[in-house]
């Protein structure tokens, strides 16, 4: 009883960053109709950022998270800018293959610089952990579900509550429609991968903190943040969030009770087992109007 | 004379090892020509039937370790207690029940794609080729896991009373690729240029006009998956039987975007793209070795792949045909259509 | 509505009885009832939204009506999927591009042919005579089919490199590959110029002394009236006048339809 408490725990936490890497991609995934491959290296991004920044440069630790998320708003931009916008006519085959060429060549770049060895980040956090009844959550872990929520939040509200919000959902309903009404969407298109991009840097670091980093931590990023995005269905926040705790769920439950090594496995088996009897995801919202 | 050409490119390489002294270099064609196999196969359903499958390598890994397995014999235990033990069996068998159960495995993801499409047919394809991983990762009773399958016997073939040949060299195992590239190149060759080529290219142009034209979509996708996957656990297999050790590092989804590159740099949709694009980038490590950590390799690879993209979308192939004015392609078409000789003058 | 004067012998071959088609809460058709008979050209025409792209959909299975039966040759259409009303011999053409873009001209008949050949995957992969012999007998059917339609001289083009009315004219050729015993247009001549659309009413001549009849959806009245023995007027859904030209030309419903519109068709183009 205790472990399944301490599953679910764990689960809230992971959950939470998971929520963040899907709402991140689900805005670009919905709004772009981008198979975004180097989703995951931004979430890598993010994590060797704060390495960078806090145990390489000395900076504060939260100084260095927020840095984190301003430099993968900007990655994303950038990466928008140089590669899909003269991409915009192409095919999907050839959008998605620039994406994973982007995505070699960031990770190996951090591969080449750092190494292949895991690398810490120290945080300003009690080593020893709280304890809760008979549940143990360490100080970090609770400072990385609340940070999380944090973010989900301001995202919600940014979405729903901004002009600029209104825009990018203008374009997800239809592109055309947005468009004569007035609305930029080249612009819209930059703003939404950098701010999907910034998500997944967020989820990046913040997990960093938690786990050790690697260069090929970004690869099963990306297919977590495609499990997600299928169940909880094209450009629905909510949708993501509760999708990051259901893989969450999934891979406590899996690691928990069938064996550890299979834990990873879930996403994937959930993406297949998902798709085969909702081809089009679960939550699957009517996607275009007209 | 263009007829020639190819004949000519096959005396060249099958040369190879009647000069070439050198154990490294010759190891990077025989791993090359496996991997210009595997990209041949992708390209059947990348480049001619238009399926986005990224999952290509769990073929790849499935055709070699159930070639391996067969190979080696195996003692598992499954669910409620139920034992399977496997005597080894000859490689050859090996092989051939590598290509048939990675032939099964396209099959069911030939079914599949019509039940999901586009970017999510391309997720489910990389899951799966995940799962395969993993499976083979943790399942390690029968796969040995990350300790990976040693000692797998080379293929040996012969006759009782004539003798027998073990393709343990790497002069055999050069050949037995070279042949197996060439079998699998006359393959898709026909396949392409027939009735059944015709059908698989409509799919993937204008799959509505094409139903409406009466092609069985599902047929012919399903049909270029299976003999896709098969080429591509046979080579798979060959894989195996030349390292003798098989780990589940085959089955990496890097592999995957290698044969990708590959393809795609080469071009897609072509017969010579999977082999101008193998040849590229299986020696490029070769050469850049000396003076290029791998990780650099990896970020000019990735950055090559994007210029080509940017500005060869087709790839190189078409690019050269183009610039030298010919096709390798529709030739067929052209020498027996009577109109072409008309054509010369009215253009 | 005024009734047709049956100035054809020939047995029928379409029938549309009583078609209506509904969707939610707007009428298409109301009560459509025509009969087309083997060997007719046959054209219906009428104002923008009469429900002529509708009762196309309609016959060649794209659409189900929602009262009504459509027959051919006396086989029930309603409930038929569309490559099965194409193998009872009724092929459409579409009016917008109907072609595989990046296959050429020639690749593009031979695709269309499909249904002809006969080949296994075996005979393929060991290249058997058999094999060959198809390949053969398509390739000159594709010539052949080329010819017919008139643009041979670009079988090795592109189909996507065409100007736009040899597109549609290719779109036919494809169609003619299905061995149709009834082919259906729509707008088949929309978007062309003059010069196009004179050869394209002489593909139509060619095309009906094959045996082929023909029911076509146009806007073009000086093509129409130069190829049809009949015509079918629509307006809101139903037929307001039917007929051959002579008789439609100086029909005052008919006028009073299209002018009600607002807009004179365009003549000519």
Redesign the interface.
């Given at each position: 009883m205790v472990e399944f408490g301490q599953h679910i725990i764990n689960m809230l936490i992971l959950g939470s960053t998971y929520a963040l890497l899907g709402i991140g991609l689900t805005l670009i995934?919905g709004i772009m109709?981008i198979?975004n491959f180097a989703h995951g290296e931004l979430y890598a991004f993010g994590a060797y950022f704060v390495y960078l920044a806090s145990m390489m440069l000395g900076i504060n630790f939260f100084i260095a998270l927020l840095l984190a998320i301003v430099a993968g708003c900007l990655m994303g931009a950038l990466i928008e800018v140089t590669?899909l916008r003269?991409?915009r006519d192409?095919d999907?085959?050839?959008t998605?293959?620039?994406m994973?060429?982007?995505?070699?060549?960031m990770?190996?770049?951090e591969?080449?610089i750092w190494g292949g060895v895991g690398k810490s980040v120290n945080t300003p956090f009690p080593q020893a952990p709280l304890q809760v009844g008979p549940f143990f959550v360490s100080w970090l872990s609770l400072f990385v579900f609340f940070a999380a929520l944090a973010l989900i939040g301001a995202t919600y509200l940014l979405i729903n509550r901004t002009k600029l919000g209104k825009a990018m959902r203008a374009t997800f309903q239809d592109r055309d429609t947005a468009s004569l009404m007035g609305v930029n969407v080249q612009a819209i298109y930059m703003a939404t991968f950098a701010i999907g991009s910034a998500l997944a840097a967020a989820a990046g670091a913040l997990l960093g903190a938690v786990y050790v980093i690697t260069p090929q931590m970004g690869?099963l990023a990306a297919?977590k943040s495609?499990?997600i995005v299928?169940l909880g269905g094209l450009g629905s926040i909510g949708g993501a969030t509760i999708g990051g705790f259901i893989l969450a769920l999934a891979e406590e439950m899996g690691a928990g009770y069938v064996?550890s090594?299979?834990r990873?496995?879930m996403?994937?088996?959930i993406?297949?087992a998902v798709?085969?009897f909702r081809?089009?995801?679960l939550f699957a919202r009517k996607e275009r109007i007209g | 004379m263009k007829r020639l050409f190819p004949w000519a490119v096959l005396l060249v390489f099958a040369s190879v090892p009647l000069w070439l002294n050198d154990p490294y270099l010759l190891n990077a064609f025989i791993t090359t020509g496996v991997f210009i196999i595997a990209a041949m196969s992708l390209n059947l359903l990348?480049g001619y039937t238009g399926q986005?499958s990224l999952g290509h390598v769990a073929f790849f890994g499935i055709g070699a370790y159930t070639s391996a397995l067969v190979s080696l014999g195996f003692d598992v235990e499954l669910l409620f207690g139920i034992r399977v033990v496997h005597e080894p069996w000859p490689v050859w068998s090996g092989f051939i029940i590598g290509t048939l159960v990675a032939g099964l495995f396209g099959y069911l993801v030939g079914k599949?794609s019509f039940?999901?499409?586009?970017?999510?047919f391309?997720?489910?394809s990389?899951?799966?080729a995940?799962?395969t991983r993993?499976?083979a990762?943790?399942w390690v009773e029968l796969t040995q896991g990350p300790l990976a399958l040693t000692s797998i016997p080379p293929l040996t073939l012969g006759l009782p009373g004539i003798g027998y040949f073990d393709f343990y060299s790497k002069q055999s195992n050069y050949y037995l690729v070279l042949g197996v590239l060439v079998i699998s190149y006359v393959?898709i060759s026909?396949?392409v240029k027939?009735?059944?080529g015709?059908?698989m290219?409509?799919l993937k142009?204008?799959e509505s006009?094409?139903?409406?034209?009466?092609?069985d979509v599902t047929r012919y996708l399903v049909?270029a998956a299976v003999i896709s996957a098969g080429m591509a656990g046979a080579a798979g297999s060959l894989y195996a039987h030349y390292l003798k050790i098989i780990d589940p590092d085959v089955f990496l989804?890097l592999y995957t975007?290698t044969m990708?590159i590959m393809v795609?740099t080469g071009g897609k949709g072509t017969l010579a793209g999977p082999i101008v694009g193998g040849l590229i980038f299986g020696f490029i490590p070769v050469i850049a070795r000396s003076f290029a950590?791998p990780?650099?390799q990896?970020?000019l690879?990735?950055?090559f792949?994007?210029l080509i993209?940017?500005v060869l979308?087709q790839g190189i192939v078409p690019a050269i045909e183009k610039w030298f004015g010919v096709s390798t392609e529709?030739d067929d078409?052209?020498q027996?259509?009577?109109?072409?000789a008309?054509?010369q003058d009215?253009s | 509505m005024t009734s047709s004067s049956q100035t054809s012998t020939q047995p029928v071959v379409l029938t549309l009885e009583h078609i209506a088609v509904h969707f939610g809460g707007l009428v298409a058709i109301s009560d459509l009832n025509f009969v087309v008979h083997e060997g007719e050209v046959v054209s219906l025409i009428g104002p923008n939204g009469a429900g002529k792209t509708t009762a196309f959909n309609v016959v060649t299975g794209f659409m189900r009506p929602t009262k009504g039966e459509v027959r051919y040759k006396g086989t029930l259409l309603n409930n038929l999927k569309?490559?099965q009303v194409?193998?009872l011999g009724l092929v459409?053409t579409f009016q917008r591009t109907?072609?595989?873009?990046?296959?050429?001209v020639?690749?593009n008949v031979?695709?269309?042919l499909?249904?002809r050949?006969r080949?296994h995957?075996w005979d393929?992969?060991l290249?058997l005579p058999r094999?060959r012999q198809?390949?053969?007998e398509?390739?000159d059917k594709a010539?052949e089919i080329?010819d017919t339609v008139g643009i041979?001289?670009r079988?090795?083009e592109l189909a996507g490199a065409l100007p736009y009315g040899d597109q549609r004219l290719l779109g036919v050729a494809?169609a003619l590959?299905?061995e149709p015993s009834m082919l259906l247009l729509d707008e088949p001549v929309s978007g062309m110029n003059p010069t196009e659309t004179m050869r394209f009413m002489e593909l139509l001549t060619r095309v009906r002394s094959l045996g082929v009849t023909i029911l076509l959806v146009e806007h073009d009245m000086p093509m129409v009236m130069g190829v049809s023995d009949r015509i079918v007027v629509l307006n809101y859904g139903r037929i307001i006048a039917e007929g051959p030209p002579a008789a439609i030309q100086g029909n005052p419903e008919v006028i009073k339809a299209y002018l009600g519109q607002g807009a004179k068709r365009r003549a000519g183009h």
């Open positions: 995934f109709r198979v590669l003269p991409m192409a999907i085959d050839t998605m293959l620039v994973i060429g982007a995505m070699i060549i990770q190996n770049t591969q080449f690869n297919l495609f499990a299928i064996s090594g299979y990873d496995a996403g994937f088996l993406i297949i798709l085969l081809p089009t995801g | 990348l986005l599949l039940r999901v499409r586009d970017a999510y391309v997720i489910v990389i899951s799966f995940e799962v993993l499976v990762l943790n393959i026909r396949l027939s009735r059944i015709r059908a290219v409509a142009e204008n006009l094409a139903v409406s034209v009466g092609i049909l989804f975007i990708v795609v950590a990780e650099i990896w970020i690879y990735g950055a792949m994007i993209l940017f979308p529709a078409a052209r027996t259509t009577p109109a072409s008309k054509t009215a | 569309p490559h194409a193998e459409r109907s072609v595989f873009q990046n296959v050429s020639f690749d031979m695709i269309g499909h249904r050949g080949s995957l393929t992969l290249a094999e198809s390949e053969r398509l390739r010539r080329l041979e001289r079988a090795n494809m590959a299905a």
